[in-house]
RNA sequence: CGGGGCGUAGCGUAGCCCGGUAUCGCGCCUGCUUUGGGAGCAGGAGGUCGCCGGUUCGAAUCCGGCCGCCCCGACCA
């Protein structure tokens, strides 16, 4: 795809520019599937840093991997009855293999906590035996009717996390620990910050007993949920006899959680930090950390500068260097296209540092190293690049989460707002608006229809406001919770 | 599934009302000259005009049907 034409921008047309984004930065593209995408090397490398970071995460509270299958028996869904409800509109099912119609209808995935706790209920007998802590990194199916790149396909990628628990009190620790996993993922790595909390009774998991989420605010002021987290208490426990014996020696069932995060996710990074540019992408997940552009006239100057280039990416990416040490170079060395066309493809690409290096730079054993975030463009020494770049990105790193911070901060209100004024901002600019809410799920659905906005999440207690709202917005009764409103994905 | 828009070369388009097999830009290929912010010139390749049918001597164009995609709604990670 050219470079050459300019996006549209963000202030234009969001959702145009996000598509135009997507699709230019070489991240995925439309698929013959209507529906479905093709996830392209860039975006699939940005995807093979999320599972690098999120899975040494998983190892490291305690969780293992393993795989179940793609088919699970359509009776199993069936079994727990808000899950079929919730889950049963959109699923694909297959009727016939091998040219035969089967006996049993087998559905695609669309998650799998029936197939994954039917085995538990094999493998597990004693207290001894639990927790069961498993992790699968997997394609799931959903019939979407209204599908775009990344926020929603009918296929995506995901890791899902599926516990087993003697008591409700291991499986709710459980449940927050991984919302805290995700927490530090979203803002450690993604440089996105995000708010925790807990769903409403509308909002949550069907099957769960709560959910809990991650929600980030992407520069359109829309909410995009990123990653979910639910205590199912024993609801699929009962339905797939998943029992152990305590220690007591009585029966009873087990406690289960289950949490994922999808490709989504890079929606998300690309709504959160891309510009009129392009995308920016933060260092920790980007596959090029610093792409090297060799500048000449002569063929004599061609060959020197990609020589320096290649011996500098070679340095600084061996794999003999120890992780945190090693920086992602490319080297552009493409003959026939101009300096300043290459600084534009890679900005569109979203790669976080260039160095331009010149016969002038040579001579001087230096280069002009340049920020994708801020556009600072300053003279390094090449001799300086293996001390100082692992400083330089985390900077950068550390500054678009900062930005990122303050534009939460600067579009969420918390001062006491009338439910008109709400309509407004909601029509309007659109925040993250903290408020009183009477607990009633009837007032919920009214925002919902008149607005569009509905409760993020009855925000964790650090988020909240100094001093609780006390009366609801809508209605002026007492509020029983202070909740986050918005717009969302 | 309701509302709106659109299908012409890899991408974006003109032509359609007033039928005569296709315009322009970008990209692509070759050569030469270029290369510190989107190169220039010359030559060249590439299209069953979404699909099926009808009208006609003749259809991108008119008529009928179908399919697909995008956007807005209901649903949703």
Known sequence: MSDDKKLTTRAENFSDWYNELVLRAELADYSPVRGCMVIRPHGYGVWERMQRALDDMFKATGHVNAYFPLFIPESFLSKEAQHVEGFAPECAVVTHGGGKQLEERLVVRPTSETIIYSMFAKWVQSY??????YNQWANVVRWEMRTRLFLRTMEFLWQEGHTAHAT?????????????????????????????????????????????????????????????SHNLGQNFAKAFDLTFQNEQGQQDYAWNTSWGVSTRMIGGLVMTHGDDSGLRLPPRLTPIQMVIVPIWKTDEERAATIEVAK????????????????????????????PGAKYYHWELRGIPLRLEIGPRDL???????????????????????????????????????????????ANTIRERISYDRFKEVMDGPGAFVYAGWNGDPAVEARVKEETKATIRVIPDAEFRSSEAPTTCMVTGEPAKYEVVWARSY
């Open 168 to 228: 409700h009190d291991e499986a709710e620790a459980e449940t927050r620990r991984m919302l805290g996993v995700y927490r530090d993922f979203m803002e450690g790595w993604m440089a996105m910050p995000v708010i925790t909390g807990q769903k409403t009774e509308s909002e949550k998991f069907a099957g769960a007993l709560r959910t809990y989420a991650c929600e980030a605010m992407m520069q359109d002021n829309k909410a995009l949920q990123a990653g979910t």
């Open 128 to 133: 001894r035996d639990l927790p069961l802590l």
């Open 363 to 409: 001579a001087a054993n230096s280069g002009m190293l340049a920020r994708r975030d801020t556009r600072e463009k300053r003279s390094i020494s090449l001799d300086a690049l293996r001390t100082e770049l692992p400083a330089i990105l985390d900077t950068i790193q550390a500054d678009m989460l900062a930005a990122a911070r303050a534009r939460l901060e």
């Open 311 to 338: 011996r500098i990416a070679e340095e600084l990416g061996s794999y003999k260097r120890p992780d945190h040490e090693r920086i992602r170079v490319h080297v552009d060395d493409r003959i026939g296209i101009k």
